[in-house]
Every structure is written in structure tokens, then in C-alpha cells.
């Protein structure tokens, strides 16, 4: 049910942004890269618990970096052409980007946890 509320407001914001829809796409594309390098430095499997911090830096850093470079080159290749359009779309894709990973993550960790429990 959620992913179809996802779809749903995705398509609609698409749809109402389409004299703008290459500032939606920007902030699509900047959001979902720079949450997806975020998750994959802050949640890298480590032996040592005390660098989940500095993971965890390591990827807020990250996704800044990529927001930065991504706007940046946005604004210089005049892609962004509207910037409330972009600001809303990449709000609104990071937190989308961000409930599908951490959804993903849970899959993973319960899966992991069922085959545990099935070998023991």
C-alpha cells in the first residue's frame, strides 16, 4: 500500500511539474545518488564497532558532496531551470530514497536472520 502512495504522489508531482520536469528529474537523480552513496558508506559490515561513527560521518559527507557536486553542475549545464520545482522534487526523493533503503536494510537483516535460524 505504501509503494503505491509512493507511486502515486511520484507520478502526480511528475505530471504537475511538466514545464519543469527536467528541474524533477535533477532532483531525483541528485537525491536517490546521494542517499544511495550515503547508505552504502554509513552501513558497511566492519569488525571494529567503533568506525560506525566515523561511517556514519563518512556518509553524511558523502551526501553532501554529491548534493553540491549534483547542483553544481545542475546550474552550469542549466538542467535546474526551476529551483523550487528541483527543491521540492529532491525533499521529497530523499526521504522516498531514504524509507526505500532502510526498508531494504530490514529485508536484508530478516532474511539474514531466517537462514541463521534455519542452519542452526
Known sequence: ?????????????GVFSGEHLHSFMAGFGIASLAVGTAY?????ATRYPQLAFMLLLTGLMAKMGVTVAGVMWGLENQVI???LVFALSYLFFSIVAT???????????TRLETAKFANA
Open 1 to 13: 500500500m505504501k509503494f503505491l502512495i509512493i507511486l502515486a504522489v511520484s507520478v502526480a508531482a
Open 40 to 44: 552504502w558508506l554509513a552501513f558497511r
Open 81 to 83: 531551470n526551476s529551483p
Open 99 to 109: 524509507y526505500g533503503y532502510f526498508k531494504l536494510r530490514e529485508f536484508q537483516m
